[in-house]
């Protein structure tokens, strides 16, 4: 152990065999007064790193002691040997002293000099990179391995840290594979560097290259007289190659005459450019050639879709006027033509997206979706002012240009959903688009010129008809998809959506098989519903299923009506009315839902308590109307209908629709609410099998109502067996599909007697406690 005084380091690590000069101030020139006034004259070097001294330090001499050239005093050291750094001791001076023991090394292994030899490639590398051949020399010079290790307490591009690491490392090959990784990640980072900056030195040249043959060819076209301002004359041949509508090529050839008197800084001429660009990229005379065979676009259809009778025959209407009318050479390109635009309304998946695309196969068109769900901006439909920012021409331009033909299918998704804002209401802007008087001569904002578009074929989707602006609505032709039989549901299921899903999951019809039973389980158990969306979710979960099942080494599978429970649990629906209306107060209504059509069951009960009505479960204004209407007239006509209406003016009625939390109103729950009082008065219950639907007036005439379709779709699919409906609603009977009107007893009634004599139980069968109350 060897007592000698401390010199701290702050900015600089001494490692042995380096010199390096040390400024003095306070701390440091005590050190060097007591390490020169004691007998071997030497002290011990420690690096001071964030206030904190290291536990190994260096053993070293002074050289010399002076000034630097700037003036600040200073000593030159040199490091002898490692240390490990005592206790402190007392000793004179000023000076920190402690106590250090010198560390000897091991000799080197055979590890170490393979070590030493590719240290030494490595830093050759690296230095010829920064052109100092005088240190490679010196490296390459040095035979003792250690030195070679502790040289790199030179190297600028260590760290303070890592040679306090370097320092602390006292086995020789330790330090060897230290530097020879930190001096890999050094090359690694300065090939980064200097390919980056290789990058950009080229595209700085390159760029410098091009902005000078630029200018040169600039002055070159100027002294022959062939300067061309901005590409104008480029444009201008273009326009005159395009054959262009006679209005929109005299509005561009304007445009390019601007364009050669624009200045290259002005702004304008970057929109006119652009303008230019749009109006050249549009199909002006563009147009596919429309199928005129019937049979083939039928069979299309057909193939596509089941069911959607209306529909398919509005498109084959469509068709086979067109082809009378291009017989006969009616139409003529920029005037009136046959355009149609027909709103396929309906619930959620029912098919009227996908029914876009089936159209325009049939009709051998092009077909572009536009979706316009949540559009507040009247410029996404008629384009943005040219002067404005960023300007874009509307969607309906887009929608062209990206069809790349004058006569697409058009397919306007989720009309319902607009919206008005701040930026206008583009509904209105729709208005002139969807008229088939005037969309011929429909303007852009931003081409301001007149574009044809009737000979576009415009389809609008929506789920809610109310949704729908009532000018807007009136431009279109409306065809209702109200929904699916479940014979129909079990068609699409087998022809198009399991064979879908059995290539999204990967699987074969030789590895699994779902049976019909089990399609119409799914169907009418799992998935009521008016569309096949849900139904198409339940196959994707039997099939995901199944490929596990097949993962782990199972045989082919056969789904069916027997194991489907198996895949997908217990049913979520079950046929519920005749539990519900087995007691008297509860009747079975049907109704419109954004969703399709639904059963509705209304409860009502009375209690002592002050005469009057409760309504329950969130009813809109309509709804409570009707309550009170029903209620009026029972109390009034009930001694005609054989119904003792006493007991409802002396008690508390309560009246509840269930399923508070969804917000109900309409007008066609009258009849409803009218068979669950007399229910409740008379004591005798509701007929489980029987549906209703109508409005009821104060003299007890059944009034009409809408959505009698999707209405007697829903109590198919509930089970009923028998539904009401009013008399005047007997037309719409020819719209149900034949399969649900053979399945379903309909009963249309103008009067309400008839209503409660075909809805109530037989007096016999009245429950004996209500009827005593």
Do not use: C
Not at 26 to 34: R, V
Not at 91 to 99: H, I, K, R, S, Y
Request: hydrophobic share 45%; charged share 25%.
């Amino acid at each position: 152990m060897t007592t000698l005084p401390v010199l701290p380091l702050t900015d600089a690590v001494l490692l042995p065999g380096m010199v390096i000069p040390v400024t003095l101030d306070t701390t440091t020139q005590s050190a060097i007064d007591a390490a020169r006034t004691s007998a071997g004259k030497k002290l011990l070097a420690v690096p001071r790193l964030d206030g904190e001294y290291g536990s190994v330090g260096t053993i070293a001499t002074i050289e010399k002691v002076g000034r630097l050239p700037t003036g600040e005093p200073a000593a030159v050291i040199r490091g002898l040997a490692r240390a490990r750094i005592g206790s402190g001791v007392p000793g004179p001076g000023a000076a920190l002293w402690v106590e250090a023991a010198e560390l000897t090394e091991a000799t080197p292994s055979g590890k170490a000099k393979e070590l030493a030899r590719e240290y030494k490639a490595l830093v050759t590398s690296l230095l010829q990179r920064r052109g100092a051949w005088q240190v490679i020399d010196a490296v390459e010079r040095m035979t003792d391995l250690s030195e070679l290790a502790d040289s790199a307490g030179y190297a600028p591009w260590l760290s303070n840290e890592q040679k306090v690491e370097l320092l602390s490392a006292i086995d020789v090959t330790a330090r060897l594979e230290l530097l020879v990784s930190w001096v890999r990640e050094t090359i690694a980072e300065q090939e980064v560097t200097e390919q980056i900056n290789e990058d950009v030195r080229e595209g700085l040249e390159k760029s410098q290259r091009e902005f000078l043959l630029r200018q040169q060819l600039a002055a070159i076209r100027k002294e022959l007289g062939e300067e061309e301002p901005d590409g104008s004359a480029d444009y201008r041949s273009r326009v005159e190659a395009a054959n262009l509508p006679e209005k929109v090529h005299k509005a561009a050839l304007a445009e390019v005459n601007k364009l050669e008197r624009a200045s290259d800084q002005s702004p304008e001429a970057g929109w006119i450019r652009t303008w230019l660009d749009t109006v050249l990229d549009m199909p002006w005379n563009t147009r596919t050639e429309d199928n005129t065979d019937l049979g083939a676009a039928r069979s299309v259809l057909d193939a596509d879709h089941a069911g959607l009778a209306d529909v398919k025959d509005r498109i084959l209407e469509y068709l086979a006027v067109r082809n009378r009318r291009a017989t006969r050479g009616l139409h003529v390109v920029g005037g009136r033509g046959s355009g149609a635009v027909l709103a396929l309304a309906g619930p959620p998946g029912v098919g009227k997206t996908s029914l876009g695309e089936s159209v325009a196969r049939a009709l051998g068109r092009k077909f572009v979706r536009v979706s316009l769900g949540g559009i507040r901006d009247e410029a996404e439909v008629r384009g943005h002012r040219r002067t404005y920012v960023g300007a874009l021409p509307g969607r309906i331009v887009r929608a062209l240009r990206e069809a790349g033909s004058m006569n697409p299918v058009v397919l306007l998704d989720e009309v319902d959903k607009l919206s008005a804002g701040f930026a206008g209401d583009p509904a209105a802007a729709l208005l002139e688009v969807l008229d088939p008087a005037q969309n011929h001569t429909f303007r852009d904002h931003y081409l301001e010129v007149d574009l044809d578009l009737s000979d576009v074929l415009f389809l609008a989707t929506a789920n809610v008809i109310e949704s729908i602006p009532g000018p807007l609505l009136d431009r279109m032709e409306l065809v209702a998809l109200d929904g699916y039989t479940e014979e129909e549901k079990v068609a699409i299921a087998r022809d198009h959506l399991l064979p879908r899903q059995l290539e999204r999951a990967g699987l074969t019809t030789d590895e699994v098989t779902i049976a019909d039973e089990a399609l119409r389980q799914i169907a009418a158990e799992y998935t009521r519903e008016a569309g096949v969306r849900q139904l198409e979710r339940a196959l994707a979960k039997v099939l995901r299923k199944v490929a596990v099942a097949l993962s782990d080494g199972g045989e082919a599978v056969r789904v069916d009506a027997g194991n489907l429970g198996t895949y997908l649990g217990r049913p979520r629906f079950t046929p519920e009315s005749a539990e519900r209306t087995a007691v008297p107060g509860v009747a079975t209504g049907l109704a419109v839902t954004g969703a399709g059509g639904d059963v509705l069951f209304i409860e009502a009960t009375a209690m002592e308590g002050e005469p009057g009505l409760t309504l329950t479960g969130q009813l809109g204004d309509v709804m409570k109307e009707s309550a009170q209407i029903a209620l009026s007239y029972l109390r009034s006509h009930g001694a005609e209908l054989g119904i003792d209406a006493a007991s409802l003016a002396k008690r508390r009625t309560h009246v509840h629709f269930p399923a508070g939390a969804v917000p109900k109103d309409g007008p066609s729950a009258g009849i409803t609410m009218v068979t669950a009082l007399a229910s409740l008065a008379s004591g005798r219950p509701v007929r489980p099998e029987v549906g209703m639907t109508g409005e009821v007036t104060l003299a007890g005439r059944v009034l009409p109502i809408g959505g009698v379709k999707q209405k007697l779709l829903a109590a198919h699919r509930a089970g009923l067996t028998d539904v009401i409906i009013p008399a005047r609603n007997e037309p719409d009977l020819d719209d149900v599909p034949e399969a649900v009107r053979e399945a379903l007893t309909i009963h249309t009634v103008g009067d309400v007697a008839d209503v409660l004599e075909l809805a109530l139980r037989p007096a016999e069968e009245r429950a004996p406690a209500l009827a005593a109350a």
